[in-house]
């Protein structure tokens, strides 16, 4: 199986302390099964822009250019085949009355166009859509 990373899950590795589980899930995968969405970058970039000039700030800029650079080839930009992937997706989910966030959308709808499971905490946000879905913070 291949997964595709949410922002979440990205975002708890670099965390003091990530959480075990995560971690474990992490090192039980190889490199050539995980890909990121390009709106995860996006959503990532925007979140350190929004901080304050610090050594934080500097440090998650670092470990950005690095994620970019580690995933080259696995990062998944947003198509054509994805707008229509997103469009479809979108409709069905809509017309039940449960739409989704912009970004947790376009990223489900990269997962589907290119057949991933989706790594996420945030279960919730994506339960309407056709997807598989894990949670490596639960401990089944």
């Not at 709106?39 to 934080?56: D, N």
């Not at 009355?97 to 945030?122: C, Q, W, Y």
Request: charged share 20%; aromatic share 8%.
């Amino acid at each position: 199986m291949k997964y595709l990373l949410d922002t979440c899950f990205l975002s708890e590795l670099v965390k003091s302390t990530p959480e075990q589980a995560v971690l474990s899930w992490m090192g039980e995968r190889t490199e050539t099964e995980l890909f990121v969405s390009a709106m995860t970058i996006a959503e990532i970039g925007r979140g350190i822009e929004r901080l304050a000039a610090s050594r934080r700030q500097i440090e998650l800029s670092t470990w950005l250019q690095q994620l970019i650079v580690g995933f080259e080839s696995r990062i998944l930009d947003f198509t054509v085949e994805t707008a229509s992937v997103w469009a479809h997706m979108c409709a069905n989910v809509e017309a039940k009355g449960k739409p989704m966030a912009a970004f947790d959308s376009i990223i489900a709808a990269t997962a589907l166009e290119h057949g991933l499971a989706l790594v996420t905490r945030n279960l919730r946000d994506f339960t309407h859509a056709p997807l598989v879905l894990i949670n490596p913070w639960s401990v089944d």
